[in-house]
C-alpha cells in the first residue's frame, strides 16, 4: 500500500485510490479492516458510522483503534445503500485537505456500503414502492399480500399499522423516529408518503410532519383510513387518528361537488386568510380570550375580525349551533383542498 501523498498526478492518484478499494473489496473485508486500511493510505483517522447500530468504527494511520468518539469536525460523505442514507465516513485531517480526499472518501462510502450488504445485510427503512402498494392495496388477494408483506419483514403473527405522510422530511427519518426499535418500512405511493410499522409512538413524529394513522388490523383498510386521517390534519393538529375522527369521518365521503355548493362552504372559501386563522382558532378555543392570546391580538380586534367573519357567513358565531356549523363548513372547505386518488 503506497500513502496518498506518495501519489503522483490527480488522475493517476485517483485511478489508484480506487483499485486500492477494488483491492480490499476482493478480499472481503469487514468494516474495522477498512478504516484501518483507509486510515494508514490517508495518514490521519478514518471513520465509519452506521446510523441504525449506533455503531461507530475509527483507526489512526499507525493501525490502531481510535476509539468510538465521532468527531466534532471531519470532512464527511454519506453511506447509501437502497437510496437509503444508513450512515457515514470521514476523515479527520488536522491539515488542509488534500487532493485525492473527496475520491478517497467516495470510495470507503461505496466500500462500506458493500460490505453492510454483504455482512448485514443493513436494516433499511425504504422499501420497494411496487411491494407496498400491493400490501396496501384493496384488489390484490389476501395471498399476495402476505408475501408481500413477509418480502417487506413482517412475520404473519406481527400486526402491522399503516401511517400516510405528507412531509419535506425524508420518509426513512421519518420512519426510524415512529418506530426505532421494530419492524418498518416506508415508501411513496400514489404521491403520498406510505410507511409500515409494527407500532407507532405518536408523540415522535419529527417537527413539520403531517401524518395520518390507520388503525385497522388489515393493511388494505389501515391504509384507506390513514389517508382519510392525513386528509383531517392541519398546521396546529398535524398528526390524526383515525379512530379519534368519529363521526367526522363521514365529511371525507361528501362528493366534492355537494361540498362546494353548500353555502356555508362557498362563504368559507371567499374569506381572506386573517378572516380564515381568526375563525379556526376560534373553532378550536370557543373562547374570545384564548383565541386572543394565540393570534397575539388584543381581543377587541378579535371580535370585530369575527362580527366580519359573521356577516360573510351570514349568521352569527354565538348563536346556538353557529359555531359547530362553521366549524363543519371550514372543515369541509380544508377538505376540498385534498381529494385523494383512487386508493384501489
Known sequence: MERLSQLDSQAEGALRVVMFYDTLMRRRVDLPALARASAGLAECVAGIRLHGAGRVVRFAPDGRAAGAAAPVSAATVPIVLDEEEIGAVWLERTGTARQLDDVLLDRLAIAAAAVVERYGPARTTMADPALVELAI?????????ARALRLLGF???LPVRVVAVRSAVPLDRVGAAICPARPVKAAPVAGVGVVLAAAVDLDAFPAGVRAGLG???????GWRQARTALRFTTARRPVVRY???????????????AARDNPDVAAIAR????????LDIYCATGSL??????????????ARRLEQVSKALGFELTEPGGLVRAELALTMWRLLDDIPPDLG
Not at 388503525?215 to 383498510?221: F, L, V
Not at 379512530?243 to 361537488?257: F, K, M, N, S, T
Not at 380570550?289 to 378579535?302: D, G, K, P, T
Open 243 to 257: 379512530g379519534a375522527l368519529g363521526g367526522l369521518a363521514l365529511l371525507a365521503r361528501i362528493p366534492a361537488d
Open 155 to 157: 412475520a404473519a403473527e
Open 137 to 145: 392495496g384493496a384488489g390484490g388477494d389476501e395471498a399476495g399480500r
Open 289 to 302: 380570550r384564548r383565541a386572543a392570546e394565540l393570534l397575539h391580538l388584543h381581543h377587541s380586534s378579535v
Open 271 to 278: 374569506l381572506g386568510a386573517g378572516e380564515l386563522e381568526t
Open 215 to 221: 388503525e385497522a388490523d388489515r393493511p388494505d383498510h
